[in-house]
């Protein structure tokens, strides 16, 4: 009973104003697929991407659902930016001799789906062309080419685009502020504050991604709409009317604490994660940037736990690790089906939340010791992810009682979501012993009572 009154009540706080996509589904899950930056930033060209494609088929991945072949920045020609009579931007020649959309035909015989990048600025973070002020031109060339996805990003925003008031987290020191202190890290002379209540669709950001919105809108074919807007103007409030997806931070790199130039480790991400993630639900999700599952020195429990939380965070799940060569033991966690199917499930569209934080007391803002438990409700059972931020082997305990949705008087069966398989029935706790900077990861489903089928029973009555 109780956890049918869960879904009626997401189903009921399901929001009405989202964009649905044309084709009735496109959007409504996380994407997952391949993205190009992470391994090759600018050195790309077609062999890559139609490698790619085959890689995905040969290595299993597009049965488990990895579908998009996204092309990041750098594809156009830096030179010539735009033709000159048709205002459309132009392939680089050298990298798409034949053109996008000689590329995008092969991927889509392939079975697979191609995804494309833009900015919402004058140009790209590369230097390459921007779209601000060609939203219509620019989309109906993605459309004509076959495009499935747009990563539209966030650099070289002109001045009379800047926000009026300024939410950008990744520059916060400390802690998140108030409300109202926006002040950012970039020394830019600019109204710090926002009024209380303020509503940020007003926000030239909103704007701006609105543009692209309406015009991919306009070409009347389904593009699934990432906006890589960094967590600016708090993207979160409003990007789900705009868009399927919102890039919430600063990029990833592939390091578990710190930062480097612009890009930051796994930790301080998962850390802004544990407080504004709760947005994320069908139709729209907090982007958490792509995978770098496997790159790097991240150690294989620092990949494991990568690919575990951002699987729970329903974060798009974007590979950005050569595959060609691919090691089995990345290959094996970038395809541990459990995970998928949590972050893919059809039926809860919330993302897992921190029911504690472990190390530090609870609502602590750590970039180095986040919050470490986790869980979240889907079709399958109650998910329980532990992360271990300390650098020695750990028991943790998954104290039932502490858990939102367990009852520490029930029994549960549990399974470990890294091997699917049973590890027993348990009552009150479950705990295991979690390597340094690894997660433990496990379902649990109602041993005596009827937990699972009322789960189900709900999901057909509430779908
Ligand atoms: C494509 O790019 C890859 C990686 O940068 C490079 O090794 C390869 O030679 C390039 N191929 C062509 C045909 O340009
Ligand atoms: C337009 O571009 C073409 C090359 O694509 C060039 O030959 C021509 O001079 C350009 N015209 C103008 C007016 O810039
Ligand atoms: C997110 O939801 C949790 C409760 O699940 C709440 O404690 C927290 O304040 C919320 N975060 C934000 C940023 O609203
Ligand atoms: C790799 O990890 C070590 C610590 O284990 C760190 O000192 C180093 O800077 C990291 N990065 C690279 C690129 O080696
Ligand atoms: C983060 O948490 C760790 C572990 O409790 C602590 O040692 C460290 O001082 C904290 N960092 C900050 C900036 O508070
Ligand atoms: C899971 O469902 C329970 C109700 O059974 C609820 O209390 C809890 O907040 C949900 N967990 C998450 C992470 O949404
Ligand atoms: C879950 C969620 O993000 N809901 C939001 C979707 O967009 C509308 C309009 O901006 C908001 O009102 C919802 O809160």
Redesign the pocket.
């Known amino acids: 009973m109780a956890l049918r009154s869960i879904l009626l009540g997401l189903t009921l706080v399901t929001p009405s104003f989202t964009l649905v996509s044309q084709d009735g589904h496109t959007g409504r899950l996380p994407a997952m697929g391949w993205n190009s930056w992470n391994e090759y930033e600018c050195a790309i060209n077609e062999t890559i991407f139609l490698e790619v494609g085959e890689l995905l088929i040969s290595l299993g991945l597009k049965d488990l659902g990895y579908k998009y072949v996204n092309i990041d920045d750098c594809w156009s020609d830096k030179a010539?930016q735009r033709?000159?009579?048709t205002g459309r931007i132009r392939p680089d020649p050298i990298k798409f001799p034949k053109g996008i959309k000689h590329t995008a035909d092969k991927i889509h015989e392939m079975g697979l789906k191609i995804g494309i990048y833009g900015d919402a600025g004058s140009t790209t973070c590369g230097g390459y062309a921007g779209s601000l002020g060609h939203e219509e031109v620019d989309a109906k060339t993605f459309a004509e080419w076959g495009i499935d996805y747009l990563k539209y990003d966030n650099c070289a925003v002109p001045n009379q685009w800047h926000d009026e008031y300024r939410w950008w987290p990744e520059n916060w020191l400390g802690g998140p502020p108030a409300e109202d202190q926006t002040a950012g890290g970039d020394g830019e002379a600019r109204p710090v504050a926002a009024p209380a209540g303020y509503d940020w669709t007003t926000s030239n950001s909103f704007t701006r991604y609105q543009m692209m919105s309406d015009a991919l809108l306009a070409t009347g074919r389904t593009i699934q709409y990432s906006q890589c807007a960094w967590g600016h103007a708090h993207i979160e409030q409003w990007g789900n009317s705009t868009g399927h997806s919102w890039r919430m931070w600063g990029d990833i790199y592939p390091e578990w604490t710190g930062k480097w130039q612009w890009s930051w480790g796994l930790m301080p991400i998962l850390n802004h994660a544990s407080f504004y993630n709760n947005e994320t639900n069908f139709w729209g999700h907090g982007d958490w940037d792509m995978l770098e599952v496997g790159n790097g020195n991240l150690s294989i429990a620092e990949s494991r736990s990568h690919f575990a939380l951002w699987a729970a965070l329903k974060s798009p799940l974007i590979i950005g690790t050569p595959l060609h060569g691919i090691e089995p033991q990345i290959l094996n966690i970038l395809s541990t089906e459990d995970l998928i199917a949590f972050n893919q499930d059809a039926v809860v569209g919330a993302a897992a939340k921190p029911y504690k934080w472990g190390v530090n007391p609870d609502f602590s803002w750590n970039q180095t010791h986040p919050a470490e438990y986790w869980s979240g409700n889907s079709s399958r059972g109650v998910h329980v992810f532990v992360l271990n931020t300390l650098d020695t082997a750990e028991t943790k305990t998954i104290d039932f009682g502490e858990v939102p949705g367990l009852d520490a008087d029930v029994e549960y069966g549990v399974y470990d979501l890294w091997t699917g398989e049973s590890v027993g029935a348990f009552r009150g706790v479950y705990e295991g012993l979690v390597q340094s900077h690894d997660t433990m990861a496990v379902r649990l489903v109602e041993k005596s009572g009827s937990g699972r089928d009322e789960l189900k029973a709900a999901a057909v009555e509430g779908g």
């Open positions: 010539i033709d000159n009579v």
